[in-house]
Nanobody
Framework: QVQLVESGGGLVQAGGSLRLSCAAS????????MGWFRQAPGKEREFVTC????????YYADSVKGRFTISRDNSKNTVYLQMDSLKPEDTAVYYC??????????????????WGQGTAVTVSS
């Protein structure tokens, strides 16, 4: 069982930055692929980025490539999402997710077994 708690959301102006954190419980955090998804009002939850257990493999949605960076610290059971050059269209609730897939990250939300409660990000124009 893995419990995930996100933090770091808030209100920021366009062009600004935020860093989200996701703290995980459980002894086997390092064996989990971690992902970030987001859901804007009236829209489906969409993939943002994911990272393998070693950090050696990462995938990004085209919409955030070059602006967002995912990283993880297995010693702290934490995954991070650094968001730079934020745009109003990045406004959403951001969710952290975990999947027991080792070195094989997935962009598909159905592949993830555990989810956090979400943290809201609002980007003003």
């Amino acid at each position: 069982q893995v419990q995930l708690v996100e933090s770091g959301g808030g209100l920021v102006q366009a062009g600004g930055s935020l860093r989200l954190s996701c703290a995980a419980s459980g002894r086997t955090f390092s064996s989990y692929v971690m992902g970030w998804f987001r859901q804007a009002p009236g829209k489906e939850r969409e993939f943002v980025t994911c990272i393998s257990w070693s950090g050696g493999r990462t995938y990004y949605a085209d919409s955030v490539k070059g602006r967002f960076t995912i990283s993880r610290d297995n010693s702290k059971n934490t995954v991070y999402l650094q968001m730079d050059s934020l745009k109003p269209e990045d406004t959403a609730v951001y969710y952290c997710a975990a999947a027991q897939r080792g070195e094989y990250p997935s962009v598909h939300r159905n592949d993830y077994d555990y989810w956090g409660q979400g943290t809201a990000v609002t980007v003003s124009s």
